[in-house]
C-alpha cells in the first residue's frame, strides 16, 4: 500500500459525507481502535479487567481499581507507515478512601500533510505544482470519568463508572466539528473471576459539522461536480460491551488471565460472527500470563470477518478472516512498560504496527492484580 492509498482509506472515515442528521455505522471509529499496549496486545478484551487508569476508556467502573496513589499512562501509535499517528494519555486518581475514583483521557487521531490539489489545475489547463499545499485531519476526544464502588466485600467487589465525552474533529480549514456523548459501566470482581459490561454512546453521541469554503474554492468545487456542504449533523448508535475473565493460578510465580468481551450493536447488519438486521456480535479474546508479576507475555485475537479467500479468482469462496496480536509488558515497581504488535488487516494479509506505552503509579508501589 502506498502512501497515496492509505490517506484515501484513512479519509474514508475521517471525512463525513454530507447529510443533514443520520446514525453512520462507523462514525468517530477513532475512539474505538483502543487505548494502551496492553489492551490492544490482547484482542482489545479488556471489559472485565482494566483496572488502572486505561479503565476510563475500556470501562469507566475499572477505575476504583486505582487505589491509594494517582495512575497515569501514556501511548502513541503510527499506522500507514507513520501516515496516521494515534496518541493517548490518562490519569486517574481515586478520592473519599479508595471509594471512587475521578478519571481524565485525551485522544488523538491524526493525518498530517494531506496534499490539498483544488488549485493543481490552473484555469488555462497547465498544471502547476507549486499550488499545492498541505493541511491536517485530526480527532480529538476529552473524557471525563467518574467510578465509585457499589458494595465490597472479602468475596465480592462492584464497582459503577460513567464518561462524559467531548470530540472534537478538524479537517484542514474546511471542516470542524463538536460532538457530546456518554458512556456508562459496571465491573464485578471475585476471588479469580472478572465480570464487565460497558454501554458505549448510551445517550447517542452526536457530531455537528461546520463547512467553510472561500469563494475560489467554491469555484473549482462547482465546476469539478462536487457538493458544497454547509452543515451537517452525525450520530453515533450506542453499541453494548460484555465481558468476562478468570484468573488461573499455575503456580506460585506463574499466573494467566483469559478474556473474552463480546462488542453488541443495534445499527443493522455487520460483517461479523453473528449478523442480522437487529444485531451484530463481534469477539475479542484475550490471554495474559504474568511471572512473578514483573513479566508479562500477552495475545489475542478479535474482528473476526468473512472474506473472499485469497486467488480466488471467481470472487465465490467465502473464508473467516481476523486480527491476531501479541504482546509483552515488564514492571520495574511503579512503571510499567508495554509492547504490542498488532495486525490491521488480516492473518492472510499482514498490515502491523507496533505500539508502545507507560503506565505509572504515583506513591508507594502497591497494586493489586483483579
Known amino acids: ?51 488502572d487508569a486505561t479503565a476510563g476508556y475500556w470501562n469507566p467502573a475499572g477505575l ?19 501516515i496516521a499517528k494515534y496518541d493517548y494519555a490518562s490519569v486517574a486518581v481515586p478520592v473519599q478512601e479508595n471509594k471512587r475514583t475521578l478519571g481524565f483521557s485525551l485522544l488523538r487521531f491524526a493525518v498530517d500533510d494531506i496534499p490539498n490539489t483544488l488549485f493543481l489545475v490552473e484555469p488555462d489547463g497547465s498544471i502547476n505544482y507549486n499550488n499545492i499545499t498541505t493541511f491536517s485531519s485530526a480527532d480529538y476526544a476529552f473524557l471525563v470519568s467518574f467510578a465509585q464502588k457499589l458494595k465490597e466485600t472479602e468475596s465480592k467487589t462492584i464497582s459503577f463508572g460513567i464518561n462524559a ?3 472534537y474533529r478538524k479537517v484542514g480549514k474546511f471542516a470542524t466539528a463538536w460532538g457530546f456523548g456518554f458512556d456508562a459501566g459496571l465491573q464485578m470482581h471475585g476471588d479469580r473471576w472478572n465480570f464487565g459490561v460497558v454501554a458505549r454512546d448510551v445517550t447517542t453521541t452526536f457530531n455537528a459539522w461546520k463547512f467553510k469554503f472561500t469563494d475560489r474554492e467554491k469555484e473549482v468545487l462547482y465546476l469539478t461536480k462536487n457538493d458544497i456542504p454547509v452543515r451537517s449533523t452525525e450520530l453515533t448508535s450506542p453499541r453494548l460491551v460484555i465481558g468476562g475473565g478468570y484468573n488461573f493460578h499455575i503456580s506460585n510465580s506463574v499466573k494467566l488471565l483469559a478474556e473474552a468481551n463480546l462488542d453488541l450493536t443495534f445499527d443493522g447488519k455487520r460483517n461479523t460472527i453473528l449478523s442480522s438486521s437487529a ?18 507475555v500477552r495475545g489475542g485475537i478479535t474482528n473476526f470477518q468473512r472474506a473472499l479467500a485469497d486467488g480466488d479468482t471467481l470472487n465465490q469462496k467465502k473464508v473467516w478472516i481476523y486480527q491476531p496480536s501479541v504482546g509483552a509488558g515488564f ?20 498490515l502491523f504496527t507496533h505500539i508502545f506505552s507507560l503506565r505509572v503509579n504515583f506513591g508507594k508501589h502497591k497494586e493489586e492484580n483483579n
Open 331 to 350: 514492571k520495574i515497581q511503579n512503571v510499567m512498560l508495554d509492547y504490542a504488535f498488532t495486525n490491521l488487516a488480516n492473518q492472510s494479509n499482514p
Open 1 to 51: 500500500m502506498n502512501r497515496n492509498q492509505a490517506v484515501t482509506l484513512i479519509l474514508l472515515f475521517l471525512i463525513p459525507a454530507s447529510c443533514f442528521a443520520q446514525f453512520r455505522k462507523y462514525s468517530n471509529e477513532f475512539l474505538n481502535i483502543g487505548a494502551g499496549a496492553r489492551g490492544l496486545a490482547m484482542g482489545n478484551a479488556q471489559v472485565a479487567s482494566a483496572n
Open 165 to 167: 465525552k467531548v470530540i
Open 279 to 296: 444485531l451484530s456480535a463481534d469477539p475479542h479474546i484475550g490471554l495474559e500470563a504474568s511471572i512473578k508479576d514483573v513479566f508479562f
Open 64 to 82: 476504583t481499581g486505582v487505589k491509594d496513589h494517582p495512575n497515569a499512562g501514556i501511548m502513541h501509535a503510527e499506522y500507514f507507515a507513520g
